[in-house]
């Protein structure tokens, strides 16, 4: 009698009947160490520090087919650990411009594909005092934190941008 009883809960525990998650499919552009303003002024650059490095990531789009709810997808909340999105970075407005990454609404039942995509960065800790150079070849695993009562996240990875080694963050390519 057992048996038969645990045969329906258990297939019942393993269906996706639930609401399902969102995906947020995402890759690494590349890792910098600062550069100058888009103004060009000297006076205005910027660093992420010895054993620092910029790192910027591209988000390709979200999917919130199935989800019957929308939410709002927050910059802030994309993280690698303990280093999050920050768009008070000076890299934003130096490089990422128009094309960073802001809070907006995610409708149910709806995908999201951006044009290009958008862009976010952080800044992470490395052992090298030239960060961008072990940080260029690091895996990280961008996470997302949602707000209570969002719908669960997965993260997708796509294939990292190729670039080659760029301490200064201008040379960074946005692809």
């Known amino acids: 009698m057992k048996s038969k009883l645990f045969v329906p809960l258990l297939a019942l525990y393993l269906c996706s009947c639930g609401n399902p998650d969102a995906t947020i499919t995402w890759h690494k552009v590349g890792a910098c160490n600062g550069g100058v303003s ?7 650059s910027y660093n992420a520090g010895p054993n620092q490095a910029y ?6 789009s979200i999917n919130n087919n199935g989800v019957n709810q929308a939410w709002t997808l927050g910059a802030a909340k994309f993280h690698v650990g303990s280093a999050f999105f920050d768009p008070g970075l000076m890299i934003y407005s130096a490089k990422l411009g128009p094309f960073a990454l ?13 044009f290009g995509n958008a862009y976010g960065a952080l800044v992470v800790s490395t ?6 150079s072990e940080a260029d070849t690091a895996n990280y695993s961008l996470l997302y934190s949602p707000n209570p009562g969002d719908p ?3 993260m997708t990875q796509g294939p990292d941008a190729s670039t080659a080694y760029t301490p200064n963050c201008a040379d960074v390519q946005l692809k």
């Open 38 to 44: 888009q103004s060009g002024d000297p006076t205005e």
């Open 55 to 60: 790192v910027v990531f591209a988000i390709e």
């Open 102 to 114: 802001g809070t907006f609404p995610i409708p149910a039942n709806n995908q999201i594909t951006f």
């Open 127 to 132: 052992t090298a005092m030239d960060g961008a």
């Open 152 to 154: 669960g996240m997965i």
